[in-house]
């Protein structure tokens, strides 16, 4: 639940809102399979590699990042406050979390989570029997 406060001065009009809880955004998210890995790409302009935190708890991918940290001066007049990002996936395939990588280039996060040998398809030989 929100908590809204509005104050008015003469001419000029001055809105602060203060909520409970912060507010995210989900970012556009593509994810790609192959035999060998997941890989998972998400658009999150604005975020700088030390404001994101990328986890794997009990099968849970969580993504959670900060923005606006890089601007410059004070807001002279403003009608959005940077929000961070936040998305959570349920992974249904065991990974191998020692040899999964993250990028992040021009505000695209491009996350790779290799399978888990178990996980990968197998070919199963087939004999001939005479």
Do not use: C, W
Not at 31 to 48: K, N, R
Not at 66 to 95: I, M, N, V, W
Not at 110 to 119: D, F, G, M, Q, V
């Amino acid at each position: 639940m929100s908590e809204k406060s509005m104050t008015i001065q003469n001419e000029n009009v001055e809105v602060q809102e203060s909520t409970r809880d912060r507010h995210y955004i989900n970012p556009a998210v593509e994810i790609f399979e192959t035999a060998d890995a997941l890989t998972l790409v998400a658009d999150m302009p604005g975020v700088e590699t030390d404001d994101l935190e990328i986890d794997v708890d009990q099968g849970i991918l969580s993504i959670k990042a900060a923005t606006g940290r890089g601007l410059k001066g004070g807001p002279l007049y403003r009608e959005f406050r940077p929000s961070g990002y936040y998305r959570q996936f349920r992974l249904l395939e065991d990974f191998d979390a020692a040899k999964a990588g993250a990028e992040l280039q021009n505000g695209v996060l491009t996350l790779r989570l290799p399978k888990a040998e178990s996980a990968k398809p197998k070919k199963i030989a087939v004999k001939t029997v005479h």
